[in-house]
């Protein structure tokens, strides 16, 4: 993409796959995460060194940052981290909240994205794969907590990564498509999303996605960059692509609307509240800041909030 962010860059943390199996798991600091929450405060990842960490469920190792070695903790404790006001404190917070503050401090701000969106996306997996999938006997985690074995049958299992396309689609005018999915909160707009699906290429998932949801056909599918969505477990990966016809017609059902939106539109709208976009630190806000050539206008104080 023209704007590019430091999470093109090379991971500033050391994932160091070989010391999985090697280090001592309860020594190294840690990066509290629950239920797709980390504990953080006024928007940094809170690091807990072994002595003032809570008793964990699981440890997952992330990797070495400098000379330090860290892992994901999850506590025993439900609770824990959410008896706080959350500010200027440490709370418990969604990566949907601590985006945009993450964004805002550069490479710093994206060593703490990749932490927690890895913390997150592996601390789910593990949540959601108790058992094994063969025999159906419980699996324990084991190298580090990037596996799952299952000691009945033998069988490893592997944490899991799905793939989901997102497009960018502009008109003959250059305006953007955008689209309002029926589950969504009132007024929110994005780009045309999907699972890839089994089989299929991420151009292919680009081309039918498009033509299923607003019954478009693109041609120039062009790959604009990607981010780890852990809801619960994507990557979202980007794409732009132009139409040569305008006429839209949505499912009413996945899609309940979608429009195209020029340039000199899309500012007023966001500013009045008439259209809520992704929030900053997204891939789909990065898209949308691509197509605008700049920095999207805030919304007016006051006006209506996203909900
Ligand atoms: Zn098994």
Redesign the pocket.
């Known amino acids: 993409m023209r704007n590019p962010w430091p999470l093109d860059l090379p991971s500033t943390v050391d994932r160091a796959a070989e010391r999985r199996d090697a280090v001592d798991l309860a020594a190294c600091d840690a990066i509290v995460v629950r239920d797709g929450r980390v504990l953080a405060a006024e928007g940094r990842l809170i690091e807990l060194a072994p002595a003032s960490q809570p008793p964990a469920d699981l440890r997952v190792y992330l990797g070495r940052d400098g000379t330090r070695d860290l892992v994901a903790l999850v506590p025993s404790d439900p609770a824990f981290g959410t008896d706080h006001d959350g500010i200027g404190g440490e709370t418990m917070r969604g990566l949907r909240d601590l985006l945009a503050g993450f964004w805002d401090r550069g490479a710093e701000g994206a060593r703490d994205h990749e932490l927690a969106t890895t913390a997150i996306a592996i601390s789910q997996w593990h949540a959601s794969h108790p058992r094994?999938s063969?025999?159906g006997?419980p699996t324990a985690p084991t190298l580090g907590g990037w596996v799952r074995r299952?000691d009945?049958?033998g069988?490893d299992h592997y944490p899991r990564t799905d793939p989901a396309m997102i497009v960018a689609v502009t008109d003959p005018d250059d305006r953007l498509l955008l689209a309002h999915a029926a589950h969504w909160s009132p007024r929110r707009f994005s780009h045309l999303a999907g699972f890839v699906e089994p089989g299929e290429t991420f151009e292919q998932a680009v081309h039918r996605e498009v033509w299923e949801e607003a019954r478009l056909e693109v041609t120039d599918v062009e790959y604009l960059g990607s981010q780890p969505w852990p809801f619960p477990a994507s990557v979202m990966v980007a794409f732009r692509a132009r139409t040569a016809t305008t006429a839209i017609e949505v499912d009413g059902l996945e899609i309940a609307e979608a429009r195209f939106v020029a340039r000199e539109e899309i500012g007023p709208q966001v500013r009045d509240g008439i259209i809520v976009l992704a929030p900053k630190g997204s891939v789909a806000r990065r898209m949308l800041e691509e197509w605008y050539g700049g920095p999207l206008p805030e919304p007016r104080a006051g006006g209506p909030v996203d909900v």
């Open positions: 094994c063969l025999c006997e299952c009945t049958c069988r």
